[in-house]
């Protein structure tokens, strides 16, 4: 194995070269190793491309003094400085590639931001390195930054343009890559445009909430304050574009509202023809929803008997979303029609438009308004077709396929031809809904009962410090309830996915998701975290202060922690002993507790162990009680948020997480310790003091769920 050479023992700058040179080929042999399917920080490569860059940045500058001063004694400086000059422009050359190599590494772990800074500093020492120039623009995009990313791609191209030796293939990557973002930038134009003129044409609607539609570069459409609003405010509430019970709920459940119906009376509210839907006793008297489900039972009937024990959610769900888009579609056209005919469409439509006045008399009569979303609005979304991978894509046109035949088949042959839908607006509406849907969760449990898309409720972007948060009212809406006291003008942001699981997973899961690195207040800190204490001081280390050594076996990452307080340096601990648990040892504002024992428990219910935690201790595994491990996370939880620079609290933040967990301690403790009701009762209390304010309990159809559900 190679080890690091002392200053003195590199003399030139050939010698430093070939020095660099190996680190770079152990690094390339590290990264041609791995397993392209491991989306996890190539750590080994990354050792070995900064031990090189360690290796110039200690000894470049001594040898380029120590040439200028024998120069300055050599008569024959001339060409001494000419080969220097050389040496020294093919060494910045390496460098500028290892800077390139990095950035990929950090690429492919979804670290980009480090990734942006090593090709911006591999730019600064070689502006034609035409990698670096593209892996910039690369960082660009998932930052969002299309403008930045088309300037950089525009120098990748310019940078192999002017080489000596043109790279054809990587030349028709930067090509294809600039059309890509030139076809988003215009798509953005679009997008821009379709806000403003959302802002203007549907004011009176967003008028009826204390919000404000804005749009933002680099952020698109943003949701904001127009008020001060204290805790709980209601800022949004968005009917569905189209919406649909999970499979093991249409027994049981309202197919319009969603609402649970009484066992003695679903035999009676059952429909009679397809046997697949019901309707509670309110929406079984509103004219829409029956003649919402007039249009589909045909549809439904066919997939009891033909599809009786298969998943149907997400293929109801996409005829549920065509009928609304064939509805807006032939109201449009019969308007066009009656145009061309020069007669009035005010006294004998043959087709009800789709639009707000002619919505379910309980949405319109409700106490609560709402906001409506015709098709453009659905179909303004962002989607992601240009990022799908080809497997994917033929599942979509294969599940297109077949929506196409069933409604052929039901409707008539010439049905789709005949109402405008063509494959590829299926297709986009497939991206668009992958993006954009919900699932309808339970406020206690977290269980999933159905899937909607509401347009407008995807407005709000995402941060890992929400402060707002969402659910699903008795009318199937989706509404919107600020988590803590939002101040006029600040933007009311959401969360797109589970934001007490660790930094690094969050970034992967979004940007894999939804295309975006997260740069919030709340990563941008926890990146800095690391869980890890000073051997020697117990202080906790930071990963702003990491360094390198020559792995001594073939496990060693090389990443080491230099300890600011005692100048110790630490090896990077790669897993954490279950042992230390119940410890001080843990920064909980990281996570890593959290997601330890949640592992934990996984591993005890599913009976099979994981490499994620180490341990022997049968206690941990199997003898502590569930109630322990859950007050645990809770109690992780709640501290989790100290000396946070956001200055915010666990329950104005981990509202959804926090009921989730208390709840599982709630069961736990009713299975284990059903004596102490004083202990219940704490939870109980804990869990509606969460719930109350951000779904207005005392009005919630969840009520008696929740009501039963907390009972001992």
């Not at 230390?580 to 997601?595: G, M, P, S």
Request: hydrophobic share 30%; proline share 3%.
């Amino acid at each position: 194995m190679t080890s690091i050479p002392e200053q003195n023992e590199i003399l030139n700058i050939k010698q430093l070269f070939k020095k660099i040179e190996e680190f770079k080929q152990l690094g390339n042999q590290e990264f041609s190793r791995y397993n392209k399917n491991n989306d996890n920080l190539n750590k080994r490569a990354v050792t070995y491309y900064s031990l090189a860059i360690e290796c110039f940045n200690n000894n470049f500058e001594r040898i380029k003094t120590s040439n200028n001063n024998n120069n300055n004694n050599n008569n024959n400086n001339n060409n001494n400085n000419i080969n220097n000059d050389n040496d020294e422009k093919e060494l910045k050359k390496l460098i500028s590639i290892i800077y390139s190599n990095l950035s990929l590494c950090f690429i492919n772990g979804y670290e980009i931001d480090k990734a942006l800074e090593f090709a911006i500093k591999g730019i600064e020492i070689d502006n034609e390195n035409s990698k670096c120039h593209y892996r910039k623009s690369l960082c660009f995009q998932y930052m969002c930054n299309f403008k930045e990313s088309f300037k950089s791609i525009n120098d990748a191209l310019n940078s192999i343009n002017n080489s000596k030796v043109i790279d054809k293939s990587l030349k028709q990557i930067i090509e294809n890559e600039r059309k890509e973002i030139e076809k988003k930038l215009r798509k953005l134009e679009k997008e821009e445009k379709e806000c403003q003129d959302r802002i203007k044409d549907d004011f009176e609607q967003f008028q009826q909430f204390p919000i404000e539609l804005v749009w933002r570069d680099g952020y698109g459409r943003c949701v904001l304050a127009s008020e001060d609003l204290p805790k709980g405010t209601m800022v949004l509430r968005v009917s569905p574009f189209a919406s649909v019970l999970e499979d093991h709920k249409i027994e049981k459940n309202c197919g319009f509202c969603f609402k649970k119906i009484n066992k003695s009376n679903r035999i009676n509210q059952t429909c009679k023809i397809c046997k697949n839907h019901l309707l509670c006793s309110q929406c079984s008297r509103d004219e829409y929803a029956i003649n919402y489900h007039k249009e589909e039972c045909d549809i439904l009937n066919f997939l009891k008997e033909y599809y009786p024990s298969s998943q149907t959610r997400d293929f109801r769900f996409m005829f549920r979303v065509l009928l609304n888009v064939i509805k807006d579609k032939n109201f449009k056209k019969y308007q066009q029609q009656q145009q061309q005919q020069s007669t009035s469409t005010s006294t004998s439509l043959s087709f009800k438009s789709f639009s707000k006045e002619n919505q379910s008399k309980q949405w319109l009569n409700h106490e609560n308004p709402f906001i409506f979303d015709s098709y453009k609005y659905l179909i303004n979304l962002s989607r992601t077709l240009d990022k799908v991978q080809p497997e994917q894509m033929e599942a979509f046109k294969r599940s297109a396929q077949s929506v196409i035949t069933i409604f052929n088949k039901l409707r008539g042959s010439k049905f789709f031809d005949e109402c405008g839908v063509t494959m590829d607006e299926i297709i986009e509406i497939y991206s668009i809904v992958l993006s954009n849907g919900h699932e309808m969760l339970h406020p206690l449990n977290c269980h999933t009962y159905g899937l909607g898309i509401f347009p407008t409720g995807s407005y709000l972007n995402h941060s890992c410090l929400p402060n707002a948060f969402w659910y699903n009212d008795d009318q199937g809406m989706m509404v919107f309830r600020t988590l803590r006291p939002i101040k006029k003008g600040e933007e009311i942001l959401t969360s797109y996915t589970d934001i007490t699981t660790e930094c690094s997973e969050r970034r992967k899961h979004l940007l894999k998701q939804y295309f975006f690195f997260c740069q919030c207040q709340q990563c941008k800190f926890q990146s800095q975290l690391t869980d890890q204490p000073c051997s020697s001081c117990k202080n906790q280390l930071s990963s702003s202060s990491i360094s390198f050594k020559v792995p001594i076996d073939n496990i060693e990452s090389g990443f080491n922690y230099h300890c600011l307080k005692c100048n110790t340096i630490n090896k990077q601990i790669e897993s954490i002993n279950a042992s230390t648990l119940f410890t001080n040892q843990h920064d909980q504002r990281t996570f890593k507790k959290i997601n330890l024992l949640i592992n934990i428990v996984h591993q005890r219910h599913q009976s099979f162990a994981t490499n994620q935690i180490n341990t022997n201790n049968e206690y941990l595994m199997r003898g502590m009680p569930d109630h322990i491990v859950y007050k645990e996370i809770t109690n992780a939880l709640e501290q989790s948020m100290i000396s946070n620079p956001s200055k915010v609290s666990a329950d104005q933040v981990f509202t959804n997480s926090l009921i989730q967990y208390y709840f599982r301690l709630f069961q736990t403790l009713k299975l284990e310790k059903p004596n102490d009701t004083q202990q219940l009762q704490s939870v109980k209390t804990k869990i509606l003091q969460l719930l109350t304010p951000i779904i207005h309990l005392p009005s919630s159809h969840h009520k008696s769920s929740i009501e039963k559900k907390l009972r001992f």
